[in-house]
């Protein structure tokens, strides 16, 4: 091989190594960017999964503080409720003590007029019948009557009576069965149980002893209530000793005022008598 194709041959080696040189310089330059957006990508990537990582913490805490108030508020809500009741049970206990309150003051009221109407006159049979219409209208009785001592004889006569002829009622000893063991005792008798009862004058639905302090006159037994009255209540137990007072009173006088008015006119007849 001659010089000048040496020379040839060294500067075609120079070249090539010179191209393949250029080529790696490049290849590097593409790994280095390669490698440096794999480095970004790699950071975005960190970030990302940091900020999620935050994120759900966040969330996390935000979950949790809604059921901590949810809980809160429920709580409360139970509390309200429980409030509610109490003061619907409150109003409600006030609703019934107000119509009992009502019931109360409409029977003093009726017991007031009843008692004037009582006192009001002096007339033996005119005090019998308001006696009855009292009991038909305060009470509720259908069928009943008015037993008084006959102190002579000890035993209890029928006076009066409604829904039954007084005179089909039995004259009763004090002291005999239920009748005559509650004027004995001078306590009111009321029935246990009204359900299944039919009519027996040994054994009434209630007694009602006449009295003017403990001096017993009489009695009033029931027999029967009116249909629209299936029990009795505890105004009626107030409103039955309460009458009974009343009512004695008022046939005392009567009978006493009835007694003078007959002796003063028998001492009338005899005065008369003697001075014709």
């Given at each position: 091989?001659?010089?000048?194709?040496?020379?040839k041959d060294t500067v075609s080696r120079a070249?090539?190594?010179?191209?393949?040189?250029?080529?790696?310089?490049?290849?590097?330059?593409?790994?280095?960017?390669?490698?440096?957006?794999?480095?970004?990508?790699?950071?975005?990537?960190?970030?990302?999964?940091?900020?999620?990582?935050?994120?759900?913490?966040?969330?996390?805490?935000?979950?949790?503080?809604?059921?901590?108030?949810?809980?809160?508020?429920?709580?409360?809500?139970?509390?309200?409720?429980?409030?509610?009741?109490?003061?619907?049970?409150?109003?409600?206990?006030?609703?019934?003590?107000?119509?009992?309150?009502?019931?109360?003051?409409?029977?003093?009221?009726?017991?007031?007029?009843?008692?004037?109407?009582?006192?009001?006159?002096?007339?033996?049979?005119?005090?019998?019948?308001?006696?009855?219409?009292?009991?038909?209208?305060?009470?509720?009785?259908?069928?009943?009557?008015?037993?008084?001592?006959?102190?002579?004889?000890?035993?209890?006569?029928?006076?009066?009576?409604?829904?039954?002829?007084?005179?089909?009622?039995?004259?009763?000893?004090?002291?005999?069965?239920?009748?005559?063991?509650?004027?004995?005792?001078?306590?009111?008798?009321?029935?246990?149980?009204?359900?299944?009862?039919?009519?027996?004058?040994?054994?009434?639905l209630v007694c009602i002893p006449l009295k003017?302090?403990?001096h017993v006159i009489g009695v009033i037994v029931?027999?029967?209530?009116?249909?629209?009255?299936?029990?009795?209540?505890?105004?009626?137990?107030?409103?039955?000793?309460?009458?009974?007072?009343?009512?004695?009173?008022?046939?005392?006088?009567?009978?006493?005022?009835?007694?003078?008015?007959?002796?003063?006119?028998?001492?009338?007849?005899?005065?008369?008598?003697?001075?014709?």
């Open positions: 091989m001659s010089r000048s194709d040496e020379e070249d090539d190594f010179l191209q393949m040189f250029k080529k790696g310089a490049e290849f590097t330059q593409d790994l280095l960017k390669e490698n440096e957006r794999l480095r970004f990508r790699i950071v975005k990537l960190e970030e990302s999964l940091k900020g999620k990582d935050q994120g759900a913490s966040s969330e996390s805490s935000d979950i949790i503080d809604l059921k901590n108030k949810i809980e809160a508020l429920e709580l409360e809500k139970k509390e309200i409720l429980g409030r509610i009741k109490t003061v619907e049970e409150e109003n409600q206990s006030f609703a019934n003590r107000y119509l009992e309150i009502e019931e109360e003051n409409n029977m003093l009221a009726n017991l007031y007029i009843a008692s004037y109407q009582l006192h009001s006159t002096l007339d033996f049979k005119e005090v019998l019948q308001i006696i009855l219409e009292i009991v038909i209208n305060l009470i509720g009785a259908e069928e009943f009557g008015v037993l008084l001592l006959d102190e002579k004889t000890n035993r209890l006569e029928p006076v009066a009576s409604e829904g039954i002829a007084t005179n089909e009622m039995p004259s009763i000893a004090v002291g005999e069965g239920i009748i005559g063991g509650s004027v004995k005792t001078g306590e009111n008798y009321f029935i246990e149980s009204m359900e299944g009862y039919q009519r027996d004058f040994a054994k009434p003017i302090k403990e029931i027999y029967k209530l009116l249909v629209q009255k299936d029990q009795f209540t505890n105004v009626d137990y107030e409103l039955f000793t309460l009458l009974a007072g009343h009512a004695a009173t008022a046939v005392f006088s009567s009978r006493l005022y009835s007694d003078s008015e007959r002796k003063l006119s028998t001492i009338q007849g005899f005065i008369d008598l003697l001075t014709k």
